[in-house]
């Protein structure tokens, strides 16, 4: 079995509780509260205002700059206000917020089930219509689509890769839209690749998804281009550089990404939007959200359309009884939510709940040296300096020990017998280095 080189943990995957649920459709809700920035880079700008009536699909934000992303009603209803609401952190962002009255939806759009495989349209406008539809990464980084596809001058891509490994403990909504989804994920890889001019398709799945690895090898005998690459159950298996170097044995270089080794790197639902975008003129205002923790009753995989309250999807499986802590995500990449009622964004990969027993974090002790964080790096960097030089505010120091290349997966803190809170020092260190790094970038233009 293939993997990455360095570092990596083995966490339980806890997938038990929701790998068995079929996906299966939300009920509309009787308000969604629609984020104006549910991806990387500017937030798009409001077109519409209170009062004013609009379908399922239709565009609702436009984007702010090339680094953002189209922004598209989820139902047809009336817009009831167009202000700041708190997110799952409880920051307030700018949103539409819109009265449900049906599921009528802009003139176009195919809901049918009917598979399309024959790709008409030239790689350039692939791109324009992943940028119309509002597609973004649906692994969680949410970057627009249309700008990874767009290979910059004196870069060429060589092959696409599809990280169907969804390592995240908990997490089942990648393996579900394979099982459920195969032929529709593999004809949007297929767009994918067209899009970038490669004819060579790699998709990275774990080991521990046997049946997945299966359906697709089946499936995609009829692709001479797409090869299933099984891969060993390691986490972060699923992070843009392991993936790369566990599939190509290339490695990505410090500071660089993954088109510097000719690679570039889309989800399963990515692949999944961008074939309905491209197939079905069909925008990203719904997908599929993993439900689960073993406090649940019915821990589900559900299709829920963009802008409903989390809350709702945690009634519907059987409520808040026992629950220390909600997660926005798996347990490793995921952040704690403030905000239960927050909604459900483009981003939105799943919504665990942690019993009260295991949501308190252990009291931190003193550093005894033992560098098990520095072995379970999968970036090779020194998470017991870096959270130092960060607590320190010594940001020089961080910036020049590459911490920007830190990708916030957790398994620094995971090992750490002291139970230190490295990861967070992490994260703010990163972001204040990342912000320097920008500022020097716009004074030089």
Known sequence: MKTFPIGGIHPSDNKQYSKGAAIERFPLPK?????????????????????????????????????SSNIHSSVSGTVTAVDAKADAQGMMKPCVTIAVEGDEWVEGVDLSDTLVKNINLEAKDIIAKVSEMGIVGMGGATFPTHVKLSVPPGKKAECLIINAVECEPYLTADYRVMLEKGEQLLVGARILAKAIGVDKIYIGIENNKPDAIAALKKLADAYVEIEIVPLKMRYPQGGEKQLIAAVTSRQVPSGGLPIDVGAVVQNVGTALAVYEAVMKNKPLVERVVTVTGSTLASPKNLLVRVGTPMSELIAYCGGMEGVGKVVAGGPMMGRAVSNVDAPVTKGTSGVLLIPTAESLRQKPDTCIRCAKCVEACPMGLEPYLLSKLSKKEMYDECEAHNIADCIECGCCTFSCPAYLPLLDWLRIGKGEVMKRMRARAAAKK
């Open 31 to 67: 308000t969604v509260v629609i984020p104006l920035a549910q991806h990387i880079g500017a937030p798009a700008v409001a077109c519409v205002a209170k009062g004013d009536k609009v379908l399922a699909g239709q565009v609702i934000g436009t984007a702010g700059g090339f680094v």
